[in-house]
């Protein structure tokens, strides 16, 4: 057992003991927990060319002020969970979205 694992390895036990439970730490985990940034900013990212045609062409009649004020929202509830729990991937991606969808669903306000 590497020296990381094992110092995992007590740190559970240590929280079990106090009532608390600490998520294993496997190969799979150890990647999930090294691409999540990225992850977490691509999806963003990636929307950013729904947020500029709505903009640039000041035209938003096709989208759904629904759909996109009901993303707003959930990412707004999001960002509070993740900063109520301290969760940095959380908390930076829902910030992102926040800001991309609050800026559809003022487009939508605005063009349609």
Same mark, same amino acid.
């Given at each position: ?17 106090? !009532?608390? *439970?600490?998520? @294993?730490?496997?190969? #799979?985990?150890?990647? /999930?927990? =090294? ?5 977490? $900013?691509? !999806?963003? *990212?990636?929307? @950013?060319?729904?947020? #500029?045609?709505?903009? /640039?062409? =000041? ?5 759904? $002020? ?9 990412? #707004?509830?999001?960002? /509070? ?32």
């Amino acid at each position: 057992m590497s020296k990381e694992a094992l110092r995992h390895h007590q740190q559970r036990k240590e929280a079990e003991k106090q !009532g608390q *439970v600490l998520p @294993l730490q496997n190969k #799979f985990s150890i990647f /999930i927990d =090294k691409i999540i940034y990225p992850v977490g $900013l691509l !999806g963003p *990212v990636m929307t @950013l060319p729904q947020l #500029f045609e709505v903009w /640039i062409h =000041k035209s938003a009649g096709e989208l759904s $002020l629904i759909t996109w004020g009901g993303w707003f929202i959930l990412s #707004f509830i999001w960002l /509070i969970y993740g900063i109520l729990h301290k969760d940095r991937p959380i908390i930076v991606s829902n910030i992102m979205w926040v800001i991309i969808e609050g800026g559809v669903s003022l487009a939508i306000i605005l063009y349609r």
